[in-house]
């Protein structure tokens, strides 16, 4: 079993669906919790990072994590075509060496 | 300020040719490191270096080593390439001053061993 678990997808949406994205890990010491979002061809870039559980909101995007259920999720609100790319989540202890997810592809279709 | 670049961005290998990867930043970043992605797999840590003149074993290290050249360079080699090492290579750096912050990538090279 991996340590990130991730549904790779593709999951298709269309423009202004509210779109959840989610990711299961094992191990007890991850800490920090991070999105990142890679297009075609592109290296990945950090969305948005949360420590410990709770919710962290930046525009369009909510980040949820729940450490008892070792459940994260991302949601991304009125989904643009432009945010069509895939979307990697990944978790870190004390090293700050991110293990990634998978990454789920997701497509917003106009 | 390009952030970090890598060259190759494309390269084919015949098996048993070697190769370097080169990756720099110009971020004034300690850490570097050197990912792998394949389809379905993610991005997998072959080696890191936490500061120069350190690096050490990520979690799929083997047929590759690594040189930290100095602060800015970060290589990654084949010796002896083998159709398993096909993948996109990406390189990322952080500032990495013992507290989480961004990591920064590369725009990959893509790698294919015939």
């Known amino acids: 079993q991996k340590e990130v678990e991730q549904d790779p997808g593709p999951l298709s949406v269309p423009e202004g669906a509210i779109v959840s994205l989610n990711c299961t890990y094992s191990?007890?010491?991850?800490?920090?919790f991070m999105w990142y979002r890679q297009y075609s061809r592109k290296g990945p870039e950090l969305l948005m990072y949360?420590?410990?559980?709770g919710n962290k909101e930046d525009g369009r995007f909510t980040a949820q994590v729940d450490k008892s259920s070792k459940y994260i999720s991302l949601f991304i609100r009125d989904s643009q075509p432009s945010d069509s790319a895939t979307y990697l989540c990944?978790?870190?202890?004390?090293?700050?060496?991110?293990?990634f997810g998978r990454g789920t592809s997701l497509i917003v279709h106009p | 300020n390009a952030g970090v670049t890598q060259t190759p961005k494309f390269q084919v290998l015949k098996t048993g040719q070697s190769m370097t990867l080169q990756c720099a930043q110009d971020?004034?970043?300690?850490?570097m490191y050197w990912y792998r992605q394949d389809p379905g797999m993610g991005l997998r840590l072959i080696y890191y270096?936490?500061?120069?003149?350190?690096?050490d074993k990520g979690e799929v290290p083997n047929g590759y080593n690594v040189s930290r050249l100095n602060k800015r360079e970060f290589s990654l080699r084949l010796e002896s390439a083998a159709p398993s090492q096909t993948s996109v290579y990406f390189c990322?750096?952080?500032?990495?001053?013992?507290?989480?912050?961004?990591?920064?990538f590369g725009p990959g090279t893509r790698l294919t061993v015939l």
């Open positions: 990322a750096s952080r500032r990495g001053t013992g507290s989480l912050d961004e990591q920064f």
């Open positions: 191990n007890s010491a991850f800490q920090y």
């Open positions: 949360t420590y410990s559980s």
């Open positions: 990944a978790m870190s202890g004390g090293s700050y060496i991110p293990t």
């Open positions: 971020m004034n970043h300690n850490s």
């Open positions: 270096s936490a500061s120069e003149g350190t690096t």
